[in-house]
């Protein structure tokens, strides 16, 4: 069994289509276990120890459990619309965002921007924004990073969450906000 490949397949449903096994979440994108078990075994080796393995073990911390496991969610990271009940929160000073060489002109005309997902994701520091942006792969080119200007930002209104596994999340960036690294 493949942990990596469920976890991935686990992020694709809770984040993007619960209807791809059946199953449904609600407004804050919670997800019955028991359901989303059932579901996933359809098509691929699953029961609870295993889904709890990969909550536990998973890297980025991407998945959460209620207090009795009976429902689970991601973090972030969602193109479906839901509301994960991220607090507001002030950002540090500076945050960082890492992305490829491909997208370095609409960014720095247009900002940045959530695409399919709800917010644009942020990182605390350069050396995880250069992973990030390492992750688009050769296609688009090599990484770039870009520093934020968070504290600017705030006093300019623009609203922050932190997301409990660290990644801050606003809904865009604009343009002047942003430095090249």
Same mark, same amino acid.
């Given at each position: 069994?493949?942990?990596?490949?469920?976890?991935?397949?686990?992020?694709?449903?809770?984040?993007?289509?619960?209807?791809?096994? &059946?199953?449904?979440?609600?407004?804050? &994108?919670?997800?019955?276990?028991?359901?989303?078990?059932?579901?996933?075994?359809?098509?691929?080796?699953?029961?609870?120890?295993?889904?709890?393995?990969?909550?536990?073990?998973?890297?980025?911390?991407?998945?959460?459990?209620?207090?009795?496991?009976?429902?689970?969610?991601?973090?972030? &990271?969602?193109?479906?619309?839901?509301?994960?009940?991220?607090?507001?929160? %002030?950002?540090?000073?500076?945050?960082?965002?890492?992305?490829?060489?491909?997208?370095?002109?609409?960014?720095?005309?247009? &900002?940045? %921007?959530?695409?399919?997902?709800?917010?644009?994701?942020?990182?605390?520091?350069?050396?995880?924004?250069?992973?990030?942006?390492?992750?688009?792969?050769? %296609?688009?080119?090599?990484?770039?990073?870009?520093?934020?200007?968070?504290?600017?930002?705030?006093?300019?209104?623009?609203?922050?969450?932190?997301?409990?596994?660290?990644?801050?999340?606003?809904?865009?960036?604009?343009?002047?906000?942003?430095?090249?690294?």
């Amino acid at each position: 069994m493949n942990l990596t490949k469920l976890s991935r397949f686990l992020s694709f449903i809770l984040r993007h289509d619960p209807g791809a096994i &059946g199953i449904t979440v609600d407004e804050h &994108g919670w997800a019955d276990v028991q359901e989303l078990i059932e579901g996933i075994a359809k098509t691929r080796y699953m029961d609870m120890a295993v889904l709890e393995e990969i909550v536990s073990t998973d890297e980025k911390q991407r998945y959460s459990f209620n207090e009795d496991k009976t429902l689970i969610r991601a973090n972030q &990271g969602h193109s479906i619309p839901v509301d994960v009940e991220l607090p507001e929160a %002030k950002p540090p000073v500076i945050l960082y965002h890492g992305t490829a060489e491909g997208f370095v002109e609409s960014i720095e005309a247009q &900002g940045l %921007k959530r695409q399919s997902r709800l917010y644009v994701h942020l990182s605390v520091d350069p050396q995880t924004a250069k992973i990030v942006g390492s992750r688009h792969g050769k %296609k688009h080119g090599k990484p770039v990073i870009y520093e934020i200007h968070a504290d600017e930002m705030c006093k300019d209104g623009y609203v922050f969450y932190l997301s409990v596994n660290g990644v801050w999340l606003t809904k865009s960036v604009p343009a002047q906000y942003i430095t090249r690294l």
